[in-house]
């Protein structure tokens, strides 16, 4: 299993009040991994990336992204047993500076839900 497969895996499987759809968009580069759907009757989406060094690898076509809906979409960044979620709008630091730099909008996968449920 690929590592942003195992990571849905984890915020699915405790993000039970977050309706979950998983888009495979081959013709839409940097279309994000995830789209949630929260009790509020909120939409958002979810780009997931695991950090192996201290860098989020964003494509350009997921900054674009990212860039032209800087609301409610988001990165959510596995680095060391820790999980960020950025802003859409934070892509391009995310690309320019290292992870250990950037503050995050919450900085655990349980606050992550926490904070996407309360969009």
Known sequence: ????????EKIKNISKEIVWTRLENLSLLGTPDL??????HNFFTVELKVANGNRARL?????SFHVMHP????????WKDKHLLFEGKQSLALVDSPLSS??????????????????
Request: aromatic share 8%; charged share 25%.
């Open 1 to 8: 299993m690929k590592p942003e497969r195992k990571l849905y």
């Open 35 to 40: 789209l949630g759907y929260n009790n509020h």
């Open 59 to 63: 494509s350009p076509h997921q900054v």
């Open 71 to 78: 609301k409610k979409s988001f990165v959510l960044v596995e």
């Open 102 to 119: 950037l503050e995050p909008v919450v900085d655990s996968l349980e606050d992550c839900v926490k904070y996407l449920s309360s969009l």
